[in-house]
């Protein structure tokens, strides 16, 4: 019997391989977080096991800390390259991030939402979403039409995260870059996952509520090609 976070995982991976197989240029717009690892884990089994390949493909990631050191090992892009970069056969430079060490951060932030539209857009974009609602580092308050920007990130989201930096709040930024949800929005196919009972009110809200700065996964009930995978828990207030 298949775990059903690993049978969402198999839905979002029969999405990206699809296109891929159709388009082998497929540009992806990865997500971090832990909502995506098992997608990772199923397309890089594919990869080396049924040869589904991303040589021609390229990838954007939705955000990224401010300031975490190069090496870190939570630093975003360190986290893309190990989850699913290095996992199957991108092409050197074919992933692309936000700039969190920039000087220049808001040139950073322009100069990446030139380099998504210069590839053509995103095709299929991974999300997760935060138990407040956020999508990719929209926090509560994000205007709709955001692009690339600076965000300041709310208490909750430190501690939601403060997981993955020894338990302590302290060590999580507290700011980053990170695509707007009118960047998100132009993707041309948006799948978001969603296990577990602490993300069934904002799978609710996203779903039922009224779109709202507040909630800003609701954005996407406009989106005209929005999947969004979900088990019993995450749907338990649906
Ligand atoms: C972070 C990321 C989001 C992600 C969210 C939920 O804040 N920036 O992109 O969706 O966490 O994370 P998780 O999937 O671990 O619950």
């Known amino acids: 019997m298949i775990a059903p976070a690993e049978e ?3 839905l979002a991976a029969d999405a990206i391989e699809a296109l891929l197989r159709r388009e082998p240029a497929t540009v992806l717009g990865l997500a971090t977080g832990s909502s995506p690892l ?7 089994r594919r990869h080396e096991q049924e040869g589904l390949s991303f040589a021609r493909a390229r990838g954007f990631m939705l955000d990224e800390y401010v300031g975490l050191a190069a090496d870190h090992p939570e630093r975003y892009r360190n986290v893309i390259d190990t989850e699913i970069a290095s996992r199957v056969d991108f092409a050197p430079g074919a992933v ?3 700039d969190g060490l920039a000087d220049d951060l808001p040139a950073a932030c322009a100069a990446y939402e030139r380099a998504i539209a210069g590839a053509g857009g995103v095709d299929v974009q991974l999300l997760g979403i935060g138990t407040d609602g956020h999508i990719a580092f929209n926090e509560p308050g994000s205007s709709l039409a955001s692009r690339t920007r600076i965000k300041t990130l709310t208490r909750q989201t430190r501690v939601d995260n403060a997981r993955f930096f020894d338990d302590d709040v302290d060590q999580v930024p507290t700011h980053c870059l990170t695509q707007g949800l009118g960047t998100i929005m132009d993707a041309r196919h948006l799948v978001l996952l969603a296990t577990g009972r602490h993300k069934a009110e904002a799978v609710h809200q996203l779903v039922e509520g009224p779109i709202s700065a507040m909630w800003p996964a609701t954005v996407m009930q406009m989106h005209p090609h929005a999947t969004v995978l979900v ?3 995450a749907a338990s207030r649906l």
């Open 8 to 10: 969402l995982a198999v």
């Open 38 to 44: 098992k997608v990772y884990d199923e397309l890089a």
């Open 96 to 98: 692309q991030g936000p």
């Open 231 to 233: 088990d019993d828990a």
